[in-house]
Nanobody, 121 residues
Framework: QVQVVESGGGLVQAGGSLRLSCVTS????????MSWYHHGPDQDRNEIAR???????IYEGSVEGRFTISRDDAKNAVYLQMNSLKPEDTGTYYC???????????????WGQGTQVTVSS
């Protein structure tokens, strides 16, 4: 059974930094794309960063230049380094991983439970 677990959220002052981590566990899968989503108060869940299998990264405009997504395939992990945080970055951050599952013979998306980030002004 696949599990996706985020960590690293917390309370930080504006201008500060946080590093989020997401680790996938289970059997018989290969990770392809990994993404971070932001779900702010009274907002839809929005993809803010993605890293593809070969390392290509894509960022949503409001975080480009401040956030950095990276991956460690040996650990089945994806990270989000968040710098120059703003109050509008407050929200729940979710990790989504796209897996190729050999038993099922197809790709499936899995989500973590989310980690809360609060940025005070």
């Amino acid at each position: 059974q696949v599990q996706v677990v985020e960590s690293g959220g917390g309370l930080v002052q504006a201008g500060g930094s946080l590093r989020l981590s997401c680790v996938t566990s289970g059997n018989n899968f290969r990770i392809t794309d990994m993404s971070w989503y932001h779900h702010g108060p009274d907002q839809d869940r929005n993809e803010i960063a993605r890293i593809r299998l070969r390392g290509e990264t894509i960022y949503e405009g409001s975080v480009e230049g401040r956030f950095t997504i990276s991956r460690d395939d040996a650990k089945n992990a994806v990270y989000l380094q968040m710098n120059s945080l703003k109050p509008e970055d407050t929200g729940t951050y979710y990790c989504k991983v796209r897996l190729w599952e050999s038993d099922a013979g197809k790709y499936n998306d899995y989500w973590g439970q989310g980690t809360q980030v609060t940025v005070s002004s």
